[in-house]
C-alpha cells in the first residue's frame, strides 16, 4: 500500500505565503519524479511543478520565481514553497509520485487526496 498525504493548504491574503507539503507512505522501493498540480473552477488541470530524483526541476510560467517545488528523498516528501500568492493561485492542489513499490519492476503515478488553497482579501 501507498499513500500521498497532504498539508499546508489553507487560506491566505493576496501577498501572502504557504508552504504545501507531501509525503508518501508504504511499501515504497523508489520515488521518482514528483510533481504539484492544480485546478481551478472552470479551468484545466495545470502542471505547476516538478522535481526529479536527482533535483532538476521545472515550473510552470504563472509561478516561475514565486513558487519553489522541493523534496527531502530521506522523508519521501515533496514540498512546494508559495510565495506573493495571487487571487488567481486559488485552486485545489494535488501532490503525485511516480513510485516503485517493493519487488515490483515499474512506477506507477500516486496521487496525494488535494488540498485546497484559497488567496483573497
Known amino acids: 500500500q501507498v499513500q500521498l498525504v497532504e498539508s499546508g493548504g489553507g487560506l491566505v491574503q493576496p501577498g501572502g505565503s504557504l508552504r504545501l507539503s507531501c509525503a508518501a507512505s508504504g511499501s515504497i522501493f523508489s520515488i521518482n519524479t514528483m510533481r504539484w498540480y492544480r485546478q481551478a473552477p472552470g479551468k484545466q488541470r495545470e502542471l505547476v511543478a516538478l522535481?526529479?530524483?536527482?533535483?532538476?526541476?521545472d515550473y510552470a510560467d504563472s509561478v516561475k520565481g514565486r513558487f519553489t517545488i522541493s523534496r527531502d528523498n530521506a522523508k519521501n516528501t515533496v514540498y512546494l514553497q508559495m510565495n506573493s500568492l495571487k487571487p488567481e493561485d486559488t485552486a485545489v492542489y494535488h501532490c503525485?509520485?511516480?513510485?516503485?513499490?517493493?519487488?515490483?519492476?515499474?512506477?506507477?503515478?500516486?496521487w496525494g487526496q488535494g488540498t485546497q488553497v484559497t488567496i483573497s482579501s
Open positions: 503525485n509520485a511516480d513510485i516503485r513499490r517493493i519487488a515490483a519492476t515499474y512506477d506507477l503515478g500516486y
Open positions: 522535481i526529479t530524483r536527482g533535483g532538476s526541476t
